[in-house]
């Protein structure tokens, strides 16, 4: 199977200085909220996507913790490149559901993963991994995104 565009142009970065970050940011303009955490992707390839973001000022919440949201961002982030790095070219996505657990404090940098089984890619729904960690290990968001997978439709040659 040849490489689909994401992991392309995933490559075609890496080999630029400071090249994850240059295919993060781009990354992240495919939803605004993502550029609000400030991911940085260290990791994609099929089946499987890495992200970290750094613990500031502007994903805390009142107690000084990184926000929920902000964690729910960095999953949903993580799973979108997952999929757009894995999915078949026949088929398309979109997320359904998303549940979460919020397992220990963040109260660190974090790091989010995103993985799924190489067999899973055929129509109907598709549960994905995700976790968050904070530096210590320590997982401190676990959960699922549900994402809907069809066929896309046959185009009238013009």
Known sequence: ???NY??????KCL??????????AFFARKAPYFRSI????????P???????????AVENHIGTVHAI???????????????A????HLRWIPKGMTVNYTAKADSDIRII?????????????????????????????GEIMIYISAKPKRNPT
């Open 1 to 3: 199977m040849s490489e």
């Open 6 to 11: 994401l992991l392309k142009l995933y490559h």
């Open 15 to 24: 080999r630029y200085p400071f090249g994850r970050q240059l295919f993060s």
């Open 38 to 45: 400030k991911p940085l992707i260290t990791e994609l390839q």
């Open 47 to 57: 089946n499987f996507c890495e992200l970290c973001f750094k613990k500031r000022k």
């Open 70 to 84: 902000a964690l729910c961002n960095g999953l949903e982030m993580a799973m979108g490149a997952l999929a757009e």
């Open 86 to 89: 894995s999915i078949p070219k």
């Open 114 to 142: 995103a993985e799924t089984p190489a067999d899973a890619w055929r129509e109907g729904d598709l549960p994905v991994q995700v976790k968050g960690f904070r530096a210590d290990g320590t997982a401190v968001i676990v």
